[in-house]
């Protein structure tokens, strides 16, 4: 396995990692599917990592800007995916590790994850690697016709 910067040919195999997940009705509450154009558009503004295992793209992990304006500039927030293939043999954590790893260079000192109540796998995911629950906001999303909670969690990376 490698993990490497992601480069416009990954655009059609991260939308449809990404479109994996959307179809699910409680791991994200974003709706609308990313196209390989909105993935191209993506990989011009922020880090996109990829985890390559024989030249097949297995997982991505990005991170923007956690809320907009200058004082929030040392704040990220992190987007994780992985295949179903690669879940639970150790990319997501090589992924993981190696995006704030660069976070931490590119002077990030908070990561934000927001996860649906829901993702069990993702909460554990993210604890495991030293995130911490901040916060709990009930039914802040809607998806399938349901209410959804969201759980924020964080990770202080320079201290």
């Known amino acids: ?88 043999r150790g990319v997501g954590r090589k992924l993981m590790q190696t995006l704030l790893d660069m976070a931490r260079k590119d002077g990030i000192h908070v990561m934000v994850a927001g996860v649906s109540a829901e993702n069990h796998a993702a909460i554990c995911f993210h604890q495991a690697l030293g995130f911490a629950e901040v916060a709990r906001m009930p039914e802040v999303g809607r998806k399938a016709g349901r209410w959804l909670d969201l759980i924020l969690l964080q990770k202080l990376l320079n201290t």
Do not use: C
């Open 1 to 88: 396995m490698t993990i490497r910067a992601a480069i416009p040919n990954d655009a059609a195999m991260i939308a449809d990692i990404w479109n994996g997940i959307i179809h699910d009705p409680v791991i994200t509450f974003t709706t609308k599917e990313k196209t390989p154009e909105s993935i191209l558009q993506l990989l011009k503004v922020q880090p996109v990592l990829v985890a390559d295992i024989g030249n097949q793209v297995s997982g991505f992990a990005t991170y923007g800007a956690f809320r907009t304006g200058p004082g929030y500039r040392h704040s990220g927030e992190v987007t994780i995916h992985l295949t179903p293939n690669a879940r639970g």
